[in-house]
Nanobody, 125 residues
Framework: QVQLVESGGGLVQAGGSLRLSCAAS????????MGWFRQAPGKEREFVAA????????YYADSVKGRFTISRDNAKNTVYLQMNSLKPEDTAVYYC??????????????????WGQGTQVTVSS
């Protein structure tokens, strides 16, 4: 079992920045890919970013490429999402997830086995 706890969400003005953290416990996640997804009201959960177990490979949705950066600290069992140049359309609940099955389709939420409870990000215009 893996427990994931997100933090760092909040209210920010457009153009601002936030840094989300996702701390894992119960099991080391250093061998597994991890991802961030988000879900806005009335919309489906969508892929935001993912990172390989080593951190050597990262993947981003086109909508956040160049603005968001995913990283991880395996010594701390934590993954981060640095969000810059935030836009109102980034408003959503952000979830982190870990894939222990070893799949490679990082964009697909079905590849992930454990999820956090989510943290709200609200960007005002």
């Amino acid at each position: 079992q893996v427990q994931l706890v997100e933090s760092g969400g909040g209210l920010v003005q457009a153009g601002g920045s936030l840094r989300l953290s996702c701390a894992a416990s119960g099991r080391t996640v250093s061998r597994y890919a991890m991802g961030w997804f988000r879900q806005a009201p009335g919309k489906e959960r969508e892929f935001v970013a993912a990172i390989s177990w080593s951190g050597g490979s990262t993947y981003y949705a086109d909508s956040v490429k160049g603005r968001f950066t995913i990283s991880r600290d395996n010594a701390k069992n934590t993954v981060y999402l640095q969000m810059n140049s935030l836009k109102p359309e980034d408003t959503a609940v952000y979830y982190c997830a870990v894939s222990v099955r070893g799949g490679s389709n990082y964009h697909d939420y079905r590849e992930y086995d454990y999820w956090g409870q989510g943290t709200q990000v609200t960007v005002s215009s």
